[in-house]
């Protein structure tokens, strides 16, 4: 759904003012049906909410962080992903006017049934008060809701920081950017 919103606004369309679901197997769901499996990427997308998952990923950064590149190993901590890795790219987005898809791990768990509890949203702009980050979020569950937010602490990249969610729904544990392009939503002119 994030994907279709991101190439409605992409468009400058707005959202088609009925909010039922298009009719199975008429342009608009298919175009829907469509974007959601492109939006997994060819299986990238579900490998890093799974990789983001790892209970055996550390809670703070790790004291030998600092050899985990020259080694090969994707251990970072959740917090340093999100405040260093992934936060920058979102920025840099919303920054030059654009959309950033994000992924929402809402799991911790080597369990692949689990990869379901995940989301995917798409962030619009962002406040940044000193350390206290809120990324203002278009939720595909949350329709037509300007007020939904994340917020995250950036001040201590290698302790352990939890973003807050402003609505009353599964914790956010990390986020990270996804990869999107836009194309035209036809079936939506």
Sequence with gaps: MSFTVGDLHHAGLKPPADTSPPAADSAGYRYIVDRQITSFDDGRLPLRFFRLMSPTRPATEPAWAPWLGRIGVDRHSRTYVMVHEEWPAIRSL????????IG?????SLDPKLLSHNHQVLAYGYDLEG???????????WPRDDTV???LDTSNPSGSASPTWSKPDAPVLCFFRAGYTAIDPTPFR
């Design 94 to 101: 919303l920054d030059a006017g654009q959309l950033a898809m």
């Design 104 to 108: 929402l791990v809402r799991a911790v």
């Design 131 to 141: 350390p206290q980050l809120t990324l203002r979020i278009c939720d595909p569950n």
């Design 149 to 151: 937010t994340i917020t």
